[in-house]
């Protein structure tokens, strides 16, 4: 049997994982930005920690969960969604002790048993953020911005959130009622799954994806009417401090997200093309109550707020709209010595640049220099550095801009500065150094 990836994994290489860093990097300056910070937990946690949190109406309980018993004959669960497993881990050392709101991101694999397709694997990596503690819409429409400054800093142009309330409890159990009286006649010939769903908890036929459901469900009630004062109210100062923001928005009736531990305000980003094409999802998140009492935490500051991504989902529609062209990949220089004499020196030269902070890749067994050159190019260096016998002799090497093609003799002495203004250059290409510059490397 040839060895393979397992289906819905794959391996991470070249390019794409320069692109998933990139992605990270971004959405993890974003959040920092915010004022959150960074949060761990297990891939690995007791079952019960996904199935008391997420809820046994979700179909991430009921059939993508991998789960399995140890050798302590203990149910664990591989990490299927990441609010679960923060919540946990807030109860757990009493972060909630600190000052409130806790503001955390978090970026790390999770599972889930579903059919692969573009941009969705069962082996997936989740960005996401959560702010727990407090209870204001404030916070809601700041995670909603938060989300979409991420977004935008990634390139995305034409944004559009879509929002709903799902209204407190005392809402949300009219609406239950008002669903099961609507579709307990015409569920017979809707699917297995909204068969289900109409006993453990009819909002999620909402969410249903078989397309004659989806016309059935077209009739059905809709939750804004019958919101409470209080879940009207707050739904709408959400909507305020969006509009104050900028921020564009449609009401969804139907957005019901997946999970049972949300509540109130609910949202999606979805990205437009030019053409008016909705390319679905990108991230969904929303309000939450009731998690960290399940996990032994105290009622009181039992409120939250957070979105996740898929990693891969946004990497793909990245991807498809050239968007990750300018992704920096590759080596800034690399280092061609010419000759076998000179590679010890090279070695020794290249290690003073990478202390400057460039990176530098070089052959330890020199070849013909077309050769090289090639493997410069393919390597994505910006410039390659020729270091040859006689120049090394007179304390000199080449500096070539593999782009430009233009190669100039530089002093090693002064190659620090060199270097320092040739980045400087492609950084901004605009800039004209020279005399009567004023930049930091012309200056100086």
Same mark, same amino acid.
């Given at each position: 049997?040839?060895?393979?990836?397992?289906?819905?994994?794959?391996? =991470?290489? /070249?390019?794409?994982?320069?692109?998933?860093?990139?992605?990270?990097?971004?959405?993890?300056?974003?959040?920092?930005?915010?004022?959150?910070? *960074?949060?761990?937990?297990?891939?690995?946690?007791?079952?019960?920690?996904?199935?008391?949190?997420?809820?046994?109406?979700?179909?991430?309980?009921?059939?993508?969960?991998?789960?399995?018993?140890?050798?302590?004959?203990?149910?664990?669960?591989?990490?299927?969604?990441?609010?679960?497993?923060?919540?946990?881990?807030?109860?757990?050392?009493?972060?909630?002790?600190?000052?409130?709101?806790?503001?955390?991101?978090?970026?790390?694999?999770?599972?889930?048993?579903?059919?692969?397709?573009? /941009?969705?694997?069962?082996?997936?990596?989740?960005?996401?953020?959560?702010?727990?503690?407090?209870?204001?819409?404030?916070?809601?429409?700041?995670?909603?911005?938060?989300?979409?400054?991420?977004?935008?800093?990634?390139?995305?142009?034409?944004?559009?959130?879509?929002?709903?309330?799902?209204?407190?409890?005392?809402?949300?159990?009219?609406?239950?009622?008002?669903?099961?009286?609507?579709?307990? *006649?015409?569920?017979?010939?809707?699917?297995?799954?909204?068969?289900?769903?109409?006993?453990?908890? *009819?909002?999620?036929?909402?969410?249903?994806?078989?397309?004659?459901?989806?016309?059935?469900?077209?009739?059905?009630?809709?939750?804004?009417?019958?919101?409470?004062?209080?879940?009207?109210?707050?739904?709408?100062?959400?909507?305020?401090?969006?509009?104050?923001?900028?921020?564009?928005?449609?009401?969804?009736?139907?957005?019901?997200?997946?999970?049972?531990?949300?509540?109130?305000?609910?949202?999606?980003?979805?990205?437009?093309?030019?053409?008016?094409?909705?390319?679905?999802?990108?991230?969904?998140?929303?309000?939450?109550?009731?998690?960290?009492?399940?996990?032994?935490?105290?009622?009181?500051?039992?409120?939250?707020?957070?979105?996740?991504?898929?990693?891969?989902?946004?990497?793909?529609?990245?991807?498809?709209?050239?968007?990750?062209?300018?992704?920096?990949?590759? =080596?800034?220089?690399?280092?061609? *010595?010419?000759?076998?004499?000179?590679?010890?020196?090279?070695?020794?030269?290249?290690?003073?640049?990478?202390?400057?902070?460039?990176?530098?890749?070089?052959?330890?067994?020199?070849?013909?220099?077309?050769?090289?050159?090639?493997?410069?190019?393919?390597? /994505?260096?910006?410039?390659?550095?020729?270091? /040859?016998?006689?120049?090394?002799?007179?304390?000199?090497?080449?500096?070539?801009?593999?782009?430009?093609?233009?190669?100039?003799?530089?002093?090693?002495?002064?190659?620090?500065?060199?270097?320092?203004?040739?980045?400087?250059?492609?950084?901004?290409?605009?800039?004209?150094?020279?005399?009567?510059?004023?930049?930091?490397?012309?200056?100086?």
């Amino acid at each position: 049997m040839p060895y393979i990836a397992v289906k819905g994994t794959h391996d =991470v290489l /070249g390019k794409e994982a320069q692109a998933y860093r990139y992605i990270t990097d971004v959405f993890k300056a974003v959040c920092e930005l915010y004022g959150y910070g *960074p949060i761990e937990t297990p891939i690995l946690e007791y079952t019960e920690v996904f199935d008391r949190a997420t809820g046994e109406s979700s179909d991430v309980v009921r059939k993508e969960m991998y789960t399995f018993k140890d050798k302590g004959d203990r149910s664990v669960t591989l990490r299927p969604e990441g609010t679960a497993g923060v919540m946990r881990s807030i109860v757990t050392n009493k972060l909630y002790v600190n000052d409130l709101p806790l503001k955390l991101y978090y970026a790390g694999p999770s599972f889930r048993y579903e059919r692969p397709q573009q /941009g969705r694997y069962r082996q997936f990596c989740q960005l996401g953020v959560e702010a727990v503690g407090v209870n204001d819409p404030h916070l809601d429409a700041e995670a909603i911005c938060l989300a979409m400054t991420v977004l935008k800093m990634l390139g995305f142009e034409n944004l559009k959130v879509k929002l709903n309330s799902l209204g407190d409890a005392s809402s949300r159990a009219a609406y239950k009622d008002a669903l099961r009286a609507y579709f307990a *006649p015409r569920v017979e010939s809707m699917c297995e799954d909204c068969k289900q769903r109409l006993l453990l908890n *009819p909002m999620r036929i909402l969410d249903c994806k078989v397309e004659a459901d989806q016309e059935i469900a077209k009739g059905a009630p809709k939750m804004k009417d019958f919101l409470s004062e209080e879940s009207e109210q707050r739904l709408y100062k959400t909507i305020s401090l969006l509009n104050e923001m900028g921020v564009e928005y449609e009401l969804d009736d139907t957005l019901v997200r997946g999970l049972d531990y949300y509540a109130e305000v609910v949202f999606e980003v979805h990205a437009i093309s030019k053409e008016g094409k909705d390319y679905g999802a990108l991230l969904g998140g929303g309000h939450y109550e009731g998690l960290l009492e399940t996990f032994g935490g105290p009622k009181d500051i039992d409120y939250g707020v957070g979105f996740g991504m898929g990693l891969e989902r946004i990497y793909s529609l990245m991807a498809d709209n050239k968007m990750l062209d300018d992704v920096k990949s590759g =080596v800034d220089i690399y280092a061609m *010595p010419v000759g076998a004499e000179v590679v010890d020196d090279a070695f020794s030269l290249v290690e003073q640049i990478r202390a400057l902070g460039y990176s530098v890749e070089m052959p330890f067994v020199p070849s013909k220099l077309g050769s090289m050159f090639k493997k410069a190019e393919r390597s /994505g260096a910006k410039f390659a550095l020729i270091i /040859g016998p006689e120049e090394l002799a007179r304390g000199m090497v080449n500096l070539k801009n593999l782009d430009s093609k233009e190669q100039k003799e530089v002093a090693i002495e002064t190659l620090d500065e060199t270097l320092d203004a040739e980045f400087e250059k492609l950084e901004n290409p605009e800039h004209e150094h020279g005399e009567g510059c004023t930049c930091g490397h012309c200056h100086d």
